[in-house]
């Protein structure tokens, strides 16, 4: 194959048998139709990925059309499409947002650059490096380099991304003398203000080894945290406590740790002084500010977790279908050391009837208040509960390496109300004979989801397995009534949900790879449906499974035609 780099001049013969005017377009692929007449173009080749591909030639004479191709092999440096973010005004992060270095190039990278540390670069208008994240290679667009940033960024200030010329494509050809962009920060004229503090004010029976941890509207310059941006005093004795402040920059607080065990019974003063600045050096505002607490009257040490009962629920729609998946219940706690913790409850309805236990399982937690989440899954709720408020309770939270350190609530927290007939219905079905098809071409077997009568929205489910080491593919399709949830997956529980009432044609389709008539594969699945409240459904026919089809390659050659390349 001709291989081909940078402006390229194609020019080609052609003849028409009875003299009409002919008109000619160029093309690349499906990547370049630049629509000019004649015998000749020049175009970039490096607009296009390198690799091999085919150049050609559509012609027409106004009744009859025809096109030519020929095989080459683009070969250019690796060459950036684009890159983000850019321009002014680019956001600086905040909280649970960092910004990243997101890069397209014209061809598909090589994997293994994923390995590189120092292939990409940030830097300030002083040339301080930025902290990043390790690269990755998007899965769906593998021409697509993303970066995260993990350094804060400051506000009204201009940054310069480097990438350097180790970054390959999948073909090896190198980024030839890198690649450089800058982009300029938003601008920032308010102040971080200060939007929560633990303990509260006037706050009582605090644990004698509390932290104090104050929340901010906005990052705070890290530079501008200090210990003395916190004072603790007495009121007993009106004697200062010691201790150390640090600077939490994913929560934007600052956390004071006092040096030793608070008296039990004792009130304390908090001050939070002047000094502090946003990272835009604004300085926060508010400050100084007092607010006091009481220890409890326990003697001993008390454990170095906390439910700090502050609580939030919700609906979410996880899969983005228009119907809601989960309620979920945040769950404010505080810990003394960072480390690995465990939060599990249970949700009740107000019949004291279980729904549904949910945890976290093992997570990292960071010093100081954390906000957790308990997800519980709505069909669950509408199978078991009437509309109204729900009731968390036995909410436990304990350390994973010293579970003696817990902390308990039996009554912990009662929902907003809800309405249940807004909730997914889960349908189930069992029972249908497994079904064997030989792989001769011929057979198929389609049962339809008319032959019941469901009255209700809801979740079928189907099963496929086989019985041979054949291999086969399985795609759900429908009329369109009913959403799809997986496709081309083996030995797996194919979801279907639909909006309303479920009378949609539904069939499973399964494709064979290969063809031997010594083979069979069998599909299986579940003849009834139940209602919420967990009646069965009556068959009036068959359900549905299975429909083989044998695939089919065609190859199409097409005409040469008179032909140059220059």
């Known amino acids: 194959n001709t291989v081909i780099s940078g402006d390229i001049e194609l020019m080609w013969n052609t003849i028409d048998v009875d003299g009409d005017t002919l008109y000619q377009n160029p093309y690349l692929g499906d990547f370049l139709q630049p629509g000019a007449k004649g015998n000749n173009f020049v175009f970039d080749s490096t607009v296009v990925p390198s690799g091999p591909t085919q150049l050609g030639i559509w012609i027409d004479d106004g009744k009859l059309s025809t096109e030519a191709f020929i095989d080459v092999v683009v070969k250019n440096p690796l060459k950036v499409n684009y890159e983000r973010p850019s321009g002014i005004n680019v956001s600086t992060g905040y909280k649970n947002f960092m910004p990243e270095i997101n890069v397209d190039f014209v061809t598909d990278l090589d994997p293994s650059i994923m390995d590189l540390t120092d292939a990409v670069t940030l830097v300030d208008i002083d ?3 930025i902290a990043l994240g390790d690269m990755t290679i998007d899965t769906e667009n593998a021409n697509n380099l993303i970066v995260p940033i993990y350094g804060p960024l400051r506000y009204n200030t201009t940054y310069t991304v480097i990438l350097s010329d180790q970054l390959t494509d999948k073909y090896g050809n190198a980024l030839t003398g890198g690649h450089s962009w800058q982009f300029t920060t938003m601008k920032d004229t308010t102040p971080a203000t200060v939007i929560n503090e633990s303990p509260k004010a006037n706050e009582k029976a605090v644990a004698r080894n509390t932290l104090v941890e104050v ?3 906005e990052a705070l310059d890290i530079e501008s945290v200090s210990d003395a941006l916190i004072s603790m005093k007495s009121l007993a004795d009106n004697t200062a406590v010691s201790g150390a402040v640090i600077y939490d920059s994913y929560k934007q607080s600052i956390i004071f740790t006092p040096d030793a065990l608070l008296d039990p019974e004792t009130q304390y003063e908090i001050t939070l002084l002047d000094g502090a ?3 835009a050096r604004n300085t926060v505002i508010g400050t100084p500010k007092s607010w006091k607490f009481t220890t409890t009257d326990l003697f001993e040490e008390v454990n170095n977790v906390k439910i700090t009962d502050q609580y939030n629920d919700y609906l979410i729609d996880y899969d983005n279908d228009g119907n809601d998946d989960y309620l979920v219940i945040e769950i404010s706690v505080e810990v003394f050391y960072s480390s690995y913790y465990n939060l599990n409850g249970s949700l009740y309805d107000s019949e004291n009837t279980l729904i549904e236990w949910s945890g976290t399982g093992d997570i990292y937690l960071t010093k100081g208040n954390n906000t957790l989440k308990l997800y519980f899954d ?7 509960a009437k ?4 009731y968390l309770k036995s909410l436990l939270l304990y350390s994973y390496y010293d579970p003696e350190q817990s902390d308990y609530r039996s009554e912990a927290w009662e929902t907003s109300s809800y309405n249940v007939s807004t909730f997914h219905s889960p349908l189930t079905f069992k ?16 049962f339809n989801l008319n032959d019941y009568i469901i009255s209700t929205e809801g979740t079928p489910s189907f099963q496929i397995s086989y019985v041979s080491n054949n291999s086969f593919t399985a795609e759900i399709k429908s009329d369109g009534s009913v959403w799809v949830g997986a496709n081309n997956v083996q030995n797996k529980s194919y979801v279907l949900r639909a909006a309303n009432t479920l009378t949609a044609e539904i069939g499973i389709f399964v494709t064979l790879d290969t063809l031997d008539v010594d ?5 299986t699945a579940t003849p009834y449906a139940t209602t919420p409240n967990g009646e069965k459904i009556p068959s009036l026919g068959w359900i549905a499974i299975l429909l083989l089809c044998l695939t089919m390659v065609m190859t199409v050659i097409p005409m040469r035609k008179n032909w140059q390349s220059h």
């Open 519 to 523: 083979k069979s594969f069998k599909a």
């Open 277 to 279: 600045k946003d990272t």
């Open 127 to 129: 040339n301080n490096s």
């Open 378 to 384: 709505v069909t669950k709720i509408k199978n078991t």
């Open 215 to 217: 929340f901010f509207s």
């Open 387 to 390: 509309s109204g408020q729900f």
């Open 431 to 446: 029972d249908l004979p497994a079904i064997n098809i030989a792989a001769d071409g011929n057979m198929h077997k389609v």
